[in-house]
Every structure is written in C-alpha cells, then in structure tokens.
C-alpha cells in the first residue's frame, strides 16, 4: 500500500491506539500514527451517530495540530435493549466513563433472559481520517454475536469480555484477545473498519 505521512490519533484510550496501530500496521499501510497532544482536550461526543462523533474528534484533532486525523467511534447494539447501549456505549452508565460500570449495567439489564436468541448483539466502528484541506474518508466495520450471561477472558476491554462474536467458536472478545491481538483483530468491528480504512487510505494516496 501507498506511504501517506503523518496522521494525529485522536483517541484518548490507550487500548483503542493499540489496537489501531496494530490493525493498520498488518493491513501494509505506511501512516506515521501520532499522539494526541497532551494539551488539546478530550472532545465531548455530542453527536447522535458513530460517525458524527468520529467526525467531530478527527475535525478537533485537524484544528488543533494542522496535521490530518484519524479517529473512531465504537458502539454496542443490545436488540433486547432497544439497540442500547449505540452511541452512549462509553458512558452507559453515567459519567465518567465507567467500563465496569457499563458492563454490569448491560448484564442487569438483561437478567432473566438466556440463550443467544435472547442476547443478541451487534458492535459497530466507524473510522474516519480527516485532512486540514477538508477531505474525510470514512469506513465502518460490524460484528454480529451475543452478550454472555457472564464475564469471560482477562484480555480486550470495555465490552469485549461478554461479547460473543458469532463466527467465533463460542469464546468472547476477552478470551479472543487473551489468547492473542490477532485472534480478537481478525473478528472484530474495529479491525474490519480499520481494514476498510487502510484500502480507501491507499486509494486516495
């Protein structure tokens, strides 16, 4: 693929700029990935979809640095909940963002019901990269599964240890990631997305 410089990183969780850098070093991309300023601040994600908040932390990124930005917004999709937690994943719970907290709230919130059919779910990303000039490239990747009826697996973060993906073979996000970032990047909604990303990036080299 195309060498196309140097691009800010707009996400503030570290496990998210791991998973990034590794996602798109393994697609062939050559992208110089660079720290957040430590002195822009976290944006607050006001927007009502995925990409409006990706957009709007990639955008502050670009203004802040005069560098292009890349930035992601990742939700879970609970049908038993309406689609909850969407868009408010990250902070389901309340404020500050509680990762624990997110996650025992969806497991309460779907007490009683069992068995995959009752707890399916969908996790979706979408990446955007942004240019000073005003271009936005954009990508979204999902991964269809269940929420587990407990935690399992020390590896991932956030949702990934009830996430059940369905073309796995029965083990969540956690236990993926345990095993190695391979295993969880090759399924997930954030390596499809960043894959996605990484061939329309090399197009518009």
């Known amino acids: 693929m195309a060498e196309l410089g140097r691009f800010v990183l707009a996400t503030t969780n ?3 700029a791991r998973e ?3 996602i798109l070093s393994s697609s062939g991309l050559e992208v110089e990935l660079v720290d957040r ?3 822009v ?3 607050e994600e006001t927007e009502e979809t995925l990409l409006g908040n990706a957009r709007l932390k990639a955008t502050t990124l670009v203004r802040a640095t005069g560098l292009p930005a ?3 917004d990742t939700g879970i999709e609970v049908a038993a909940l309406d689609g909850a937690p969407g868009v408010r994943s990250a902070r389901y719970a309340g404020e500050p963002p509680d990762e624990q907290a997110n996650v025992d709230k969806v497991l309460a919130n779907l007490a009683g019901r ?3 059919d009752q707890r399916q779910a969908r996790f979706v990303t979408v990446a955007v990269a942004v240019w000073p000039d005003g271009r936005e490239v954009s990508a979204q990747g999902t991964v269809d599964g269940w929420i587990a ?3 399992r697996g020390r590896g991932g973060f956030g949702y990934d240890p009830v996430f059940v993906p369905a073309e796995a073979d029965g083990r969540t996000f956690g236990e993926l990631a345990e095993e190695s970032a391979d295993a969880k990047n090759t399924l997930s909604h954030r390596g499809r997305a960043f894959r996605a990303l990484a061939t ?3 197009g518009a080299a």
């Open 14 to 16: 570290p496990n998210k």
């Open 20 to 22: 990034i850098r590794e």
């Open 37 to 39: 300023p430590e002195g």
């Open 41 to 43: 601040p976290e944006v």
């Open 70 to 72: 890349i930035a992601e």
């Open 114 to 116: 069992q068995g995959p």
């Open 149 to 151: 009826e407990e935690r």
């Open 200 to 202: 329309k990036l090399s």
